[in-house]
């Protein structure tokens, strides 16, 4: 199994800026994928960016151009730099990571992170 351990979320005023980090943990083969998701109050949980193993990303239309995701292949760590953060960014951030651990090769696992509170006041 792998564990992800997230850090980096806070309250913030509008207009401000923080940097969500998570660490990949475990008898780790390869992971294929990390990203990011959110979910707010009453919302379903969505996607915020994600980031594949060719250096390939995607994000929500309502994060572009704000919002960075970036990774750390060596130390199996993703990071979001969230910039311009306004309060509809208010959410659970959850840590995603597809990868492939030692006792099953063949198969490969979706792994989730505890969620980090991300709380933005107007």
């Known amino acids: 199994q792998v564990q992800l351990v997230e850090s980096g979320g806070g309250l913030v005023q509008a207009g401000g800026s923080l940097r969500l980090s998570c660490a990949a943990s475990g008898s780790i083969l390869r992971i294929d994928a990390m990203g990011w998701y959110r979910q707010a109050p009453g919302k379903q949980r969505e996607l915020v960016a994600v980031i594949i193993s060719d250096g390939g990303t995607n994000y929500a239309d309502s994060v572009k151009g704000r919002f960075t995701i970036s990774r750390d292949n060596a130390k199996n760590t993703v990071y979001l730099q969230m910039n311009s953060l306004k309060p509809e960014d208010t959410a659970v951030y959850y840590c995603?990571?597809?990868?492939?651990?030692?006792?099953?090769?063949?198969?490969?696992?979706?792994?989730w992170g505890q969620g980090t509170q991300v709380t933005v006041s107007s």
């Open positions: 995603n990571a597809l990868g492939v651990v030692v006792a099953t090769p063949n198969y490969r696992y979706d792994y």
